[in-house]
């Protein structure tokens, strides 16, 4: 079946250590999206890319870098710089062309140790 | 940019009774309007959504309903069931181009058996 798929589930990180989100998608979706999801907050965009080898920052790019090389594949590092990382991360994928709706992978949770 | 209102933050009815989650947008292009249901630990997932061109949109016990004039658009659930207790989210976007949709923050749906 067709999805996106998002690992490790749970990730536990230690003060100053970068660490690295995978998401992998096999729907042939050009346009893939991070999320950010804090309780209360809502769902806060980090980057996104819409080609191989492209990509924009969204509303909190500042501590998280990114890389497309390959259209399956949009990972996202968490860099030590961001001082606030515990949070749920969301990987989202996109048509546009039958449907303009999400599909979502099923989160990482990031925890600092 | 386009803002979108989300009411109520949480939401509690017995089962058998109906649920109307409501959204509020800023912006008069925005013209694509999607309905997220995520449950606890997985990510969200699209349910329904409409087009500006519609007034309203059915799939068996849930329903969205759009005023244009308004500017204001709602998710209606009948006969809810306890496995519809979840967190849904509405967006707003225009569809086509860069595509990136503003959320609501949420409506968590609690259904009592």
């Known amino acids: 079946d067709g999805g996106i798929t998002q690992s490790p589930k749970y990730l536990f990180r230690k003060e100053g250590q970068n660490v690295t989100l995978s998401c992998e998608q096999n729907?042939?979706?050009?346009?893939m999206y991070w999320y950010r999801q804090d309780p209360g907050q809502g769902l806060r965009l980090i980057y996104y890319s819409q080609i191989v080898n492209d990509f924009q920052k969204g509303d909190i790019a500042e501590g998280y870098s990114v890389s497309r090389e390959k259209k399956e594949s949009f990972p996202l590092t968490v860099t030590s710089a961001q001082k606030n990382p515990t949070a749920f991360y969301l990987c989202?994928?996109?048509?546009?062309?039958?449907?303009?709706?999400?599909?979502f992978g099923s989160g990482t949770r990031l925890t600092v140790v | 940019g386009e803002n979108v209102e989300q009411h109520p933050s949480t939401l509690s009815v017995q089962e058998g009774d109906s649920a109307v989650i409501k959204c509020t947008y800023s912006d008069s292009a925005s013209n694509y309007f999607p309905w997220y249901k995520q449950e606890l630990g997985k990510g969200p997932q699209l349910i329904i959504d409409?087009?500006?061109?519609?007034g309203e949109k059915k799939d068996q016990r849930i329903a969205v309903t759009l005023n244009k004039t308004a500017k204001h658009f709602s998710l209606h659930i009948t006969e809810t069931q306890p496995e519809d207790s979840a967190v849904y989210f509405c967006?707003?976007?225009?569809?086509?181009?860069?595509?990136?949709?503003?959320f609501g923050r949420g409506t968590s749906l609690i259904v009592h058996p």
């Open positions: 967006a707003a976007s225009r569809a086509g181009g860069s595509y990136i949709p503003t």
């Open positions: 729907l042939n979706h050009d346009a």
């Open positions: 409409i087009r500006s061109n519609v």
């Open positions: 989202a994928s996109l048509s546009g062309s039958t449907t303009y709706g999400y599909t």
